[in-house]
């Protein structure tokens, strides 16, 4: 009976984990809806490296590097998703600081734009 009664309170506690993770990461506070809560900053940089399936990057903007969600950005010029953005590229866009996230809504190639970007997040 006592082993029952461990088995079960073990099987219980991983459920209650598993919902306060699920909260975590499925929560509110990240749909696009939200966005326009966060504040709004400019940047212009280069990218260092990308996690496609997690829709993330990770850009050098002067000597610090920032990493960025790409789930909600429109792109221009070449790009089409963030599938098509290389390591090495410059680009430049708009984004929304909320929740701790950089969240990218806007990217383009620096070398599509009319004026170079100089590198660096306008505020």
Same mark, same amino acid.
């Given at each position: 009976?006592?082993?029952?009664?461990?088995?079960?309170?073990?099987?219980?506690?991983?459920?209650?984990?598993?919902?306060?993770?699920?909260?975590?990461?499925?929560?509110?506070?990240?749909?696009?809806?939200?966005?326009?809560?966060g504040k709004e900053f400019k940047f212009a940089g280069e990218i260092v490296s990308i996690d496609t399936?997690? @829709?993330?990057?990770? /850009?050098? %903007? =002067?000597?610090?590097?920032?990493?960025?969600r790409f789930d909600y950005a429109k792109y221009q010029g070449a790009y089409k998703g963030v599938e098509?953005?290389?390591?090495?590229?410059?680009?430049?866009?708009?984004?929304?600081?909320?929740?701790?996230?950089?969240?990218?809504?806007?990217?383009?190639?620096? @070398?599509?734009?009319? /004026?170079? %970007? =100089?590198?660096?997040?306008?505020?």
């Amino acid at each position: 009976m006592k082993k029952a009664l461990v088995v079960l309170a073990v099987v219980f506690s991983l459920a209650l984990v598993t919902s306060v993770y699920a909260q975590k990461w499925d929560g509110p506070g990240y749909g696009p809806d939200q966005l326009a809560k966060g504040k709004e900053f400019k940047f212009a940089g280069e990218i260092v490296s990308i996690d496609t399936k997690a @829709k993330t990057a990770i /850009v050098k %903007v =002067k000597d610090k590097q920032y990493l960025g969600r790409f789930d909600y950005a429109k792109y221009q010029g070449a790009y089409k998703g963030v599938e098509d953005l290389k390591v090495g590229e410059k680009i430049a866009g708009t984004g929304v600081q909320l929740n701790g996230y950089n969240w990218i809504t806007r990217v383009v190639d620096q @070398k599509d734009l009319p /004026v170079p %970007v =100089k590198e660096g997040i306008k505020k």
